[in-house]
């Protein structure tokens, strides 16, 4: 049987990146849908094709452990936003292998935040609460690398 101190080091790694902030602990699915767009052949009116459209991307949601840095970090970003800035971020998330290797990279490009929610979750007894925030942002484009 493992030692169980190795294998909760196991159990919790992450298998991402973020350059969000430091403290990233999820991020949803990111998804991206194409819708059908009528298409003639300018030939024949009863005759009717589609082609994909542009790119319609989802939401996408960062779950970060509470941290000052963190906090600090993703407040001003919504801030400024909220201030009516243009403060649009570049952010790019890394899926990684067991051995810690990039396997896909994700450029999430012109960010806008959306929502943001605290959530704490308490732990019982006089160790404190673990405080999580959840940001959603609506991304303008992605590619991948």
């Known amino acids: 049987m493992a030692d169980p101190k190795s294998m909760r080091s ?9 350059d969000l902030c430091d403290h990233v ?6 998804t991206a849908r ?4 009528p298409a003639s052949d300018s030939r024949h009116h ?8 542009q790119p319609i991307y989802g939401n996408i949601v960062f ?23 243009d403060s649009r971020k570049d952010l790019t998330v ?3 292998n067991q051995g810690g290797d990039t396997v896909r990279t994700f450029n999430l490009i012109d960010c806008f935040p959306t929502s943001l929610d605290y959530i704490d979750i ?16 609506r991304v303008n484009r992605i590619t991948m690398a």
């Open 10 to 18: 196991k159990i919790y790694t992450s298998y991402f990146s973020c």
């Open 25 to 30: 602990s999820s991020v949803s699915p990111i």
């Open 34 to 37: 194409f819708p059908k767009v």
């Open 46 to 53: 009863d005759y009717r094709r589609f082609q994909p459209g």
């Open 63 to 85: 779950t970060v452990i509470d941290h000052d840095d963190s906090r600090s970090k993703i407040k001003g970003w919504v801030k400024d936003c909220y201030e009516g800035k």
């Open 94 to 96: 890394e899926v990684l």
């Open 122 to 137: 308490g732990s019982g007894g006089t160790a404190g609460t673990v405080g999580k925030i959840r940001l959603e942002v």
